[in-house]
């Protein structure tokens, strides 16, 4: 008997000019008549793909979910199998091993758009009615693989809060994932706290080895989160899950007209909201909502150990570098044109020089600009003028804050590289028990549009463990994922 499916195609995409511009298209169901189980047939392409065996050694790669409702019900998590998937010529397959979702990839060195067609995955899909209707949706994310390897936290300069080697100036070298011993013995992991706060931390520890320290590889969005991505994400949850995620409330910026260049809108009781400006990073977002938009894809928390190696890789580190590694930046108002379309870019970016925005760089367009923004509009398409990391990341310099688990209190070291599952719980939160319950545990690196020069420093630990309730215009976030 062939069970009678329908397709709907949904996507978490970045429409970018010269960044990912990631798509799904041509959606089939093959082997329907296989017992308890489909293969999911799609093409899959984005703009400015590479893999590298020399320098970063690294590419970029999909992350690939799949959603399914029966008979017009809730949306669930489809999991997939290990075996009877098939990579399109030129690239390669990782299913993830707790069936999640699966990597897709170049299997050799090159660079540019790729266009893989005829992928397929299994789905299995257990003990549906044959008669039953069944939607699909399938989302993509472009992610960037951060390789295994020794890496330095902190730098040799004037940073606040900076992690560096007790009793010296220098960086201190992170070379397992063993755990770090934290205090002021000779050689051992340490931090100052301002004189006025304890912001950057307890200066506590130890840092357990189960806590994700950046040397082993991981996978990183490669972009901040979209409100396109928020919206996608939002459509699928239950009416109870869209309350308790719902940003354009009273936790997050409370109107449903733009605000700070949030557009999303949603009408309480509404199955769907909607945004205007899909490719700019999501702001008004709290830990809650990240939490829940981090499990229902298969992603977790980056910690802020894992976000100065996204930097920085394993290169020696400079005095007050930022994530284009060195300390120079522009400092002139940006002009911004093709306001909130998939095409905004800066017609004035510097020349040889890091290129990020932050409050020297914000112009007449206040707030965050569109992910990708600085790749598409530098003239040579260098680390600094593109604001790029050593692994190809973009924004970890500036537009929103990055949230990162801190190292800075027992909430924060308690954390785990526990995976979200696909599925949220009934009420809208993370049903991952071992992620921080509320706002301690979390902090905050990067800066964002509007923070001046200092706080956007990679070293920079102003913020990294202080505690922040609600939501407001400057934060924002991305997931990573451990490699199994």
């Not at 960086?171 to 205090?183: D, G, H, Q």
Request: aromatic fraction near 12%.
């Amino acid at each position: 008997m062939k069970l009678k499916f329908t397709l709907t195609l949904a996507l978490l995409f970045c429409l970018l000019s010269n960044a990912n511009n990631i798509t799904v298209s041509n959606i089939s169901l093959e082997n329907l008549n296989e017992p308890e189980w489909v293969q999911i047939e799609f093409d899959l392409s984005w703009e400015n793909s590479w893999r590298l065996s020399a320098g970063p050694s690294n590419w970029d790669a999909a992350w690939v979910f799949i959603k399914y409702r029966v008979n017009s019900g809730d949306w669930q998590h489809a999991q997939l199998a290990q075996t009877d998937f098939v990579a399109a010529s030129g690239s390669t397959i990782d299913i993830s091993e707790d069936g999640v979702g699966a990597f897709i990839y170049r299997d050799s060195d090159g660079s540019g758009d790729l266009d893989l067609q005829g992928i397929r995955l299994r789905w299995d899909y257990g003990s549906i009615d044959p008669n039953d209707i069944i939607d699909i949706q399938v989302f993509a994310l472009e992610m960037v693989y951060v390789p295994e390897g020794p890496f330095s936290l902190g730098s040799p300069g004037t940073e606040v809060g900076k992690f560096y080697s007790w009793t010296t100036n220098n960086p201190y070298r992170v070379e397992s994932e063993n755990a770090i011993t934290v205090n002021g013995g000779l050689g051992n992991l340490y931090y100052n706290n301002p004189a006025d706060a304890s912001r950057p931390g307890d200066q506590l520890g130890p840092i357990p080895a189960a806590f994700p320290k950046g040397y082993q590889s991981f996978y990183c969005m490669k972009y901040e989160m979209t409100q396109g991505q928020y919206v996608s994400f939002f459509n699928t949850l239950t009416p109870a899950q869209k309350i308790e995620n719902d940003i354009t409330g009273a936790s997050g910026k409370n109107q449903d007209t733009e605000l700070n260049r949030n557009t999303i809108a949603w009408e309480e009781g509404s199955t769907t909201a909607t945004t205007t400006s899909p490719d700019l990073p999501l702001n008004y977002v709290n830990n809650y909502v990240l939490y829940a938009y981090l499990d229902w894809s298969g992603l977790r928390p980056m910690t802020e150990l894992e976000y100065e190696k996204a930097c920085r890789g394993p290169i020696t580190p400079k005095a007050d570098e930022f994530a284009w590694g060195n300390s120079n930046i522009a400092d002139n108002d940006y002009n911004i044109v093709n306001i909130s379309q998939p095409n905004e870019i800066v017609t004035n970016p510097e020349v040889n020089t890091g290129n990020a925005h932050y409050s020297s760089t914000n112009g007449t367009t206040s707030g965050p600009k569109r992910v990708g923004a600085l790749a598409a509009s530098a003239l040579n398409k260098t680390r600094e003028e593109t604001g790029g990391s050593y692994y190809g990341i973009m924004e970890l310099t500036g537009n929103l804050y990055e949230r990162c688990i801190t190292v800075g209190n027992p909430e924060g070291r308690a954390f785990t590289s526990v995976h979200g599952d696909g599925e949220i719980l009934v009420n809208g939160l993370a049903n991952v028990t071992s992620w921080p319950t509320d706002n301690t545990g979390i902090g905050y690196k990067g800066g964002s549009f509007f923070n001046g020069v200092i706080y956007i420093r990679v070293s920079d630990r102003y913020d990294a463990a202080t505690s922040l309730a609600g939501s407001n215009n400057r934060l924002g976030f991305r997931g990573v994922r451990t490699e199994d």
